[in-house]
């Protein structure tokens, strides 16, 4: 059952605790890295054997085969897929950046360019549930920054991949598509081998050892995020239904053991009736025994004297998604700062964010919400800046600049400033 606790009746430490199972699962990690850097394809082929249970015939999909599995779902179910492709490219495309210039001095032209990352690889899940959903959310705002290739690696079981995921590369415009997952795919992005394109940047979330093969690649090639966990946080008052906020618990509890389920609320009444209504709930779902892990170890729900104390737990708390469920959500929506995406009223649970509203749900997790953001346009480009100086310029400002080399101790840098005062005569 889901643990109930009143603040200042329990330990903080318990309060704010995070329960993980933490694989330490580095060594094996450095293991499969190097492996597929020294034997590319070969080594790719093993480990296809050996954790998916079957190398596919060829390691990239086809355009044909990304087109037969278009074809073989339904063209309703197609038709809502290039819907949600098209409300989260909508959403994307206003986070579209553009350099500037400016002049602030005389003779000063300062400025910033914006440029697409050239090649980018997007990891997508295929273990328990084809993850189509976030093929999407990589490869549109990817599309939007302008990036020249987009590489997309899969888990294939047995080796085919999820015909779902596949027309979601197709709708969305993947470039290359291979039938790879685990380490071993982060490792071949990250580095290259004969058949899989060497990336800049890797995205896209996966369990710890993909996790591990990011954080162990990190440097040769960007990451977007060391993705944990998935989570969820309700803020609510007595207006909440319980049966919705129970439903929307789940909806995180199911993904995985550790997964986290969180209730804050100034209502006693409604924490007993959501603790209720779990129970009812847990044993209709499919996949009820990852959720009764999940609630029974992850779970909390927290009661607080008022509303505005809820929302400083919640803040301190920085989960990955919040629902607002009060009767007044946009009030309180001012007052959140660490989320990492919102979701206000009763009206809009978080599988509309999941899916189909456009907002990308890539979203900073394991309290990192503090510091961190939801995957974007922002994620596929990169930044330079440039400067010009006039001589007359130089002249204006050059004094003060030896002066702060003299000061650093670095009189070559002053030098390269004084040599050409003295040159000019000024």
């Known amino acids: 059952m889901i643990k109930l606790m009143k603040l200042n009746e329990v330990p903080e430490a318990e309060i704010f605790a995070r329960v993980q199972e933490k694989l330490d699962v580095s060594g094996p990690v450095a293991e499969i890295i190097q492996n597929v850097r020294a034997r590319g394809d070969a080594a790719l082929r093993e480990y296809c054997e050996r954790f998916d249970g079957g190398a596919p015939a060829s390691l990239e999909a086809t355009a044909e085969e990304l087109d037969a599995a278009v074809a ?6 197609i038709q809502v897929m290039r819907r949600a492709e098209a409300n989260i490219r909508v959403f994307h495309e206003k986070q579209r950046r553009e350099g500037y210039t400016l002049s602030p001095r005389p003779g000063v032209t300062l400025g910033e360019r914006v440029h697409p990352i050239e090649k980018v690889g997007l990891y997508v899940p295929g273990g328990t549930a084809p993850l189509f959903s976030s093929v999407l959310m990589s490869a549109v705002p990817a599309k939007i920054a302008g990036c020249r290739e987009i590489v997309m690696t899969t888990p294939a079981k047995g080796g085919v991949v ?21 380490a071993q795919a982060v490792a071949a992005l990250a580095y290259g081998t004969e058949s899989v394109p060497r990336v800049d940047k890797i995205v896209g979330p996966g369990n710890a050892f993909v996790a591990e093969a990011k954080r162990q690649v990190f440097g040769q090639v960007a990451i977007d995020m060391i993705a944990g966990p998935s989570e969820i946080l309700i803020l609510a008052d007595d207006s909440a239904d319980p049966e ?17 389920a969180v209730l804050v609320t100034d209502s006693s009444a409604l924490a007993e009736a959501v603790r209720a ?14 959720a009764r892990a999940s609630v029974d170890k992850n779970g909390k729900i927290i009661v607080t004297d008022d509303l505005n ?10 989960p990955e998604h919040m629902e607002i469920y009060t009767r ?12 990492g995406s919102v979701f206000v009223g009763e009206s ?12 990308n749900h890539t979203l900073p997790t ?3 919400a503090r510091f961190s953001s939801p995957l974007s346009v922002d994620d596929f480009v990169k930044k330079s800046q440039f400067m010009r100086y006039d001589p007359a310029a130089l002249t204006r400002e050059g004094g003060d600049i030896a002066l702060f080399a003299h000061a650093e101790r670095l009189d070559g840098h002053a030098a390269s400033v004084e040599r050409r005062l003295a040159r000019w005569g000024r």
Do not use: W
């Open 277 to 290: 209504e779990l129970e009812r709930q847990i044993p209709a779902l499919p996949r009820r025994e990852i």
């Open 366 to 368: 394991g309290g990192t």
């Open 309 to 318: 104390r809820a929302v400083e737990v919640a803040n301190r708390i920085a």
């Open 328 to 339: 007044d959500p946009m009030a309180y929506l001012e007052k959140v700062t660490n989320a």
């Open 72 to 77: 073989s779902l339904d063209p309703k179910f």
């Open 244 to 260: 919705f906020v129970a439903a929307d618990l789940l909806s995180q509890a199911e993904h995985d053991k550790n997964a986290s």
């Open 162 to 182: 999820a015909a779902e995921i596949l027309a979601a590369a197709r709708i969305a415009g993947v470039d290359r598509v291979f039938k790879l997952g685990g």
């Open 348 to 359: 809009c649970p978080e599988a509309v964010g999941d899916y189909y509203a456009g907002c």
